[in-house]
């Protein structure tokens, strides 16, 4: 690979270390995981000036845990262990994590890590949208120190992340809802090993006469900067009874908070069309799950 | 910049000095001469470059050399012994699944995983677990058919586990 200005590969057993060699190298150190999508970020001219390479799978952060809160994934998990876990389990509410790890390969699953995947912040994941459409919460470690955010504000940017340098994420937490709820993904992609022409993740929960008490629609796949939440697909959804007409009204009103790029998997026009369709076809897998 | 590195290929190990940035495929072609494992796209996509990394199929080309230090790395050169190939490449052979024979290695490495996670898959679930390896070749067809076949034959345990 051409990283040209590569002074320094280290392989941390401790968070000092990691800590000391982005001292050394401040924003020019990058952070490894499991290394699936160094080489799409070297395509894109992202790392021309990296000159410290920093291997995390020393420091653990990797397995999962069933709580009665919810999930707890740690951050170094792969792809692989995760949909392999007992944790994961039957559970409706976590069937849009489920569907989307059944799309990477079989290497990419086992190099891929949860964490990784969603520093990477990457618009054309899949992993981030579905993640994203269920309650998730980050807890990240640096130097000791603790932090939690939302999901949704470790996004900053096309390939921007919000952690601090050296901040690494420890931890994926998701909070099991209350009640019935059911969640779904689904993706669009042009071979059985591309990122997504456009992908999609519904998560739903009803009350007891089957009314809308919560939502999350999220795409991804080129249609904003990162994974986006569709709040105005949200609003058609809530307080409603689920309708198949209710949940076509909610995926037209996705391209309200979408801006589809073209590219070469697919014109923007193209991404938005199917934009649509793949979040209705989310809602209607999750609320078969909800029966 | 150089950095000395061990690496444990095929239950041999190796002390070699590697750029900090190369990759585990570029090592094992160029330092060790072990060239069973193709460089295809050379970026993830096409799966020639596929080897076992602690009994894991990986693509050799995603993975830096550094990365790879105290795991053990099988090649198709590590597969079966001096005096019997391994029956995954006899199925290979025996159905005709080789035409210009590059993405064989990995094509027969990834299958090596799919049969150790599940022994007796669909077709379905065959085309669908070496999705990430491509053949412009074959058409896929006696690929599908060759782990068909081992998987009727029963294979030995993986290596590297």
Redesign the interface.
Known sequence: ???VK????C?PDTPEQVDACVDKYGENALI?AG??F??GLE?RGLLSEVEA?I?I?KLGFAGVAATAEGLRIGAMTTF?QLEQAPGLGRAPWLGALKDALTY?????K??ATVGGCLAAACPFFDIPTALLALDCKLSTSKAGSKREMDLADLFSGLFENSLAPGELIAEVKLNKPAGRAASAFIKLEGT??DLAIVNAAAFIAVDGAGQCQSARVTLGGGVGDNAVRSTSAEKVLLGQKLTEELLQRAADAVEQDIQPMADHRASAAYRLAMAKVFTKRALSQALSRLN | MKQLISLEVNGDVHEIAVEADATLLSVLRDNLELIGTKRGCDSGGCGCCTVHVDGKAMYSCMMYAVSAQGRKITTIEGLGTEERIDPMQEAFVKEGAVQCGYCTCGMIMTAKQLLHDNPHPSEDEIRHGIAGNLCRCTGYHKIVEAIKTAAGNGLPHMKGQ
């Open positions: 690979m051409a990283l590569l002074k320094e590969f392989v490894l290394g699936s160094i080489h395509a390479l291997d799978r692989a990477p390969p079989m290497q990419i086992n190099a059985a090993n």
